[in-house]
């Protein structure tokens, strides 16, 4: 199906300012709109010490973080059942699970990615990470420990436990439909390494890719996005 190049403009001004609104507005009225999805991948150094851990393990002497094993996979079912199907897998092929326990259970889990060099596949993007850094996915607090300080108790734990391990950065991907993740990321001094979008329509799809101050880059129409790499994150 032909595509006006006019709605192909309109799709790359919206995608280029980041007008989410618009775009809604286009998917309305001009075009159908198959699928809008807009990410960031956010970054953070780990070359520094955290004292805001201590003070976290001194207020939540209740909590302990470890790795689970296969025979925690049916307890990670039962808690976290979102990507059920998922986790023997991961496991299988060397990715690790931090999970952060109270007195009552799992109160939360990140997997966690580790090679000498990643490659990560996000809505049609292949970003290859900087070397030796670790990807964080997949995280989850259940809702009753939300507000309890228990995502920066599992991330801070996370952050020690990669820099045990000489890894110099650690990376994540934050979804425009959650500003929550987004904030909480940047409190952890979290910085946003590129932004990525795909724009599906019937006849084909728009890519855009663009780092912090940069110049983004576009791919219209193509079966696939190009290939990235991500810069390594710099002190605050």
Same mark, same amino acid.
């Given at each position: @199906?032909?595509? %006006?190049? =006019?709605?192909?403009? *309109?799709?790359?001004? !919206?995608?280029?300012?980041?007008?989410?609104?618009?775009?809604?507005?286009?998917?309305?009225?001009?075009?159908?709109?198959? $699928?809008?999805?807009?990410?960031?991948?956010?970054?953070?150094?780990?070359?520094?010490?955290?004292?805001?851990?201590? /003070?976290?393990?001194?207020?939540?002497?209740?909590? *302990?973080? &470890? #790795?689970?094993?296969?025979?925690?996979?049916?307890?990670? /079912?039962?808690? #976290?059942?979102?990507?059920?199907?998922?986790?023997? /897998?991961?496991?299988? $092929?060397?990715?690790?699970?931090?999970?952060?326990?109270?007195?009552?259970?799992?109160?939360?889990?990140?997997?966690?990615?580790?090679?000498?060099?990643?490659?990560? /596949?996000? =809505?049609?993007?292949?970003?290859?990470?900087?070397?030796?850094?670790?990807?964080? !996915?997949?995280?989850?607090?259940?809702?009753?420990?939300?507000?309890?300080?228990? #995502?920066? @108790?599992?991330? !801070?734990?996370?952050?020690?436990?990669? *820099?045990?391990?000489?890894?110099?950065?650690?990376?994540?991907?934050?979804?425009?439909? %959650?500003?929550?993740?987004?904030?909480?990321?940047? &409190?952890?001094? !979290?910085?946003?390494?590129?932004?990525?979008? *795909?724009?599906?329509?019937?006849?084909?799809?728009?890519?855009?890719? &663009?780092?912090?101050?940069? &110049?983004?880059?576009?791919?219209? @129409?193509?079966?696939?996005?190009?290939?990235?790499? =991500?810069?390594?994150?710099?002190?605050?």
């Amino acid at each position: @199906m032909h595509v %006006n190049p =006019i709605v192909w403009q *309109r799709l790359g001004r !919206y995608l280029r300012t980041g007008d989410m609104i618009a775009l809604g507005i286009l998917a309305g009225r001009a075009v159908r709109i198959v $699928q809008l999805d807009h990410v960031m991948i956010m970054g953070r150094p780990l070359s520094w010490p955290d004292p805001e851990l201590q /003070k976290l393990r001194a207020g939540h002497g209740e909590l *302990r973080t &470890r #790795f689970a094993l296969p025979a925690d996979l049916d307890l990670l /079912k039962a808690t #976290f059942p979102h990507y059920a199907g998922e986790y023997a /897998k991961r496991m299988q $092929q060397g990715d690790r699970c931090l999970l952060l326990e109270g007195g009552s259970g799992p109160l939360a889990f990140t997997w966690l990615k580790l090679s000498p060099q990643l490659v990560i /596949k996000e =809505i049609g993007f292949e970003v290859t990470l900087p070397p030796r850094a670790a990807w964080g !996915y997949d995280t989850f607090v259940v809702v009753e420990a939300r507000r309890a300080g228990a #995502f920066a @108790m599992l991330m !801070y734990e996370v952050f020690e436990e990669l *820099r045990r391990q000489a890894v110099p950065s650690l990376f994540a991907t934050i979804t425009h439909t %959650n500003p929550e993740s987004f904030h909480a990321h940047a &409190r952890l001094q !979290y910085q946003v390494a590129m932004t990525l979008s *795909r724009v599906q329509v019937p006849g084909g799809r728009l890519y855009r890719s &663009r780092p912090p101050g940069g &110049r983004a880059r576009y791919a219209a @129409m193509a079966s696939r996005a190009p290939g990235l790499t =991500i810069v390594a994150p710099s002190l605050p």
